[in-house]
Structures are given as structure tokens and as C-alpha cells.
T-cell receptor, first 112, second 114 residues
Framework: GEDVEQSLFLSVREGDSSVINCTYT??????LYWYKQEPGAGLQLLTY?????DMKQDQRLTVLLNKKDKHLSLRIADTQTGDSAIYFC????????????FGKGTMLLVSP | DGGITQSPKYLFRKEGQNVTLSCEQNLNHDAMYWYRQDPGQGLRLIYY???????QKGDIAEGYSVSREKKESFPLTVTSAQKNPTAFYLC?????????????FGSGTRLTVV
């Protein structure tokens, strides 16, 4: 079945760039997603990339997709303390169903 | 404003009791989902429904039940058969039956067994 792996923790200083990595196993994934979760809240969609793209940029966020290695990354430029949260990578299969498979989440801690 | 409302935000259950978590959306979305979140475990799918009066088991459906009598509502019942129900429960919806983009999440219900 599908599996999504992420590192569990990342610590950076304010103003630095953050890079959160994710690997997935389903080579037929159509969409790959990044979600943000703040403490005690639901998930908020940050960005997504279609599987035929290599890169997507949206303001401070850059998503890179290496389909050959099944590797996805999220780069946050000029990281702020408000970016401290858990970030989830998720994939959707190409089977036509709408369910997502989530990674376990990477906790990003931004220190002043 | 459109969105998903989960209630209550906090819920306490005694051993052996059934409890029902509410999820209501006014987005006119067809599909709705229930996920369970445990620390360090990510999100695991409990049940999902792609259309009214139909629902499917997810990866961890044992000890849970759902209904989908109205498009707007997808309540989750945690039964006494669920041995370890303490967790954070998230409801979500998507516009279409077959699309994964456009997931909207509720703010969650934290269930604690006392």
C-alpha cells in the first residue's frame, strides 16, 4: 500500500530557510500536498503539486518534486516564528478515490 | 462563511460509553471524511462517505460507526468496542466524490477517556 515518510522534527532560526522533506511509495500518485497544522487546530492546505510538475513556487513557499526518486520537499524562505507548526505531506492515488495518505508530520520549531 | 464545524471541541468519555462526534459542513461538498490523529502517528482514515446514504471503511474502522443521512452532516460514533479512543479527531470534506484536492478540515474534537 501507499506509504509517506517524513522526518519528525526540524529546528531553524528566524530568517533562515526551512526545508522539509518527504518520500512516498505510490508511483502513480497524481497530486502531492503540503498541509500545516497549528496546535489544537485542523489542517490547512498550504500548497499542492501535480505529478507532472517539477517545481511550484507560491510566495515564500517552493515545492520540489523528484518523481524518479519519489521525493517531495517544501522550502519556506525567510522563516518566521509564526511558521512554527506541524507540516504534513500527503499523496492521492491515481485510483480515482479521493482519500489522502498522510505522513506522520514534521514539527518545525522556529527560534527568534 | 462556509466551512466545517466540529463539536464539541473537547469530549470526555467514561469507560464503556458510546459517544458521538458531530461534523457539519455548509460548503455543499459531496465527500466527507473522519481521521484520527495520535501524537507521532499522523492522520489515519476511519471512515469516508462520497455520497449521501453511502460510506466506506478506512484503515482503522473497528470500534467506530458513522451515518450520512444528509449531505451536510457526517457524525462519528466512538463505541465501547474501541479500546483506545483517546485521540484528536478531524473531520474533512471535498467538493467532489473523486477528487482529492480541495480538502477542508474542521478544527477537531479532542476525546479523552476518563
Amino acid at each position: 500500500g501507499e506509504d509517506v515518510e517524513q522526518s519528525l522534527f526540524l529546528s531553524v532560526r528566524e530568517g533562515d530557510s526551512s526545508v522539509i522533506n518527504c518520500t512516498y511509495t505510490d508511483s502513480s500518485s497524481t497530486y502531492l500536498y503540503w498541509y500545516k497544522q497549528e496546535p489544537g487546530a485542523g489542517l490547512q492546505l498550504l500548497t499542492y503539486i501535480f505529478s507532472n510538475m517539477d517545481m511550484k513556487q507560491d510566495q515564500r513557499l517552493t515545492v520540489l518534486l523528484n518523481k524518479k526518486d519519489k521525493h517531495l520537499s517544501l522550502r519556506i524562505a525567510d522563516t518566521q516564528t509564526g511558521d512554527s507548526a506541524i507540516y504534513f505531506c500527503a499523496e492521492s492515488p491515481s485510483s480515482g478515490y479521493s482519500t489522502l495518505t498522510f505522513g506522520k508530520g514534521t514539527m518545525l520549531l522556529v527560534s527568534p | 462563511d462556509g466551512g466545517i464545524t466540529q463539536s464539541p471541541k473537547y469530549l470526555f468519555r467514561k469507560e464503556g460509553q458510546n459517544v458521538t462526534l458531530s461534523c457539519e459542513q455548509n460548503l455543499n461538498h459531496d465527500a466527507m471524511y473522519w481521521y484520527r490523529q495520535d501524537p507521532g502517528q499522523g492522520l489515519r482514515l476511519i471512515y469516508y462517505s462520497q455520497i449521501v446514504n453511502d460510506f466506506q471503511k478506512g484503515d482503522i474502522a473497528e470500534g467506530y460507526s458513522v451515518s450520512r443521512e444528509k449531505k451536510e452532516s457526517f457524525p462519528l460514533t466512538v463505541t465501547s468496542a474501541q479500546k483506545n479512543p483517546t485521540a484528536f479527531y478531524l473531520c474533512a470534506s471535498t467538493p467532489g466524490r473523486w477528487q482529492s484536492y480541495g480538502y477542508t478540515f474542521g478544527s477537531g474534537t479532542r476525546l479523552t477517556v476518563v
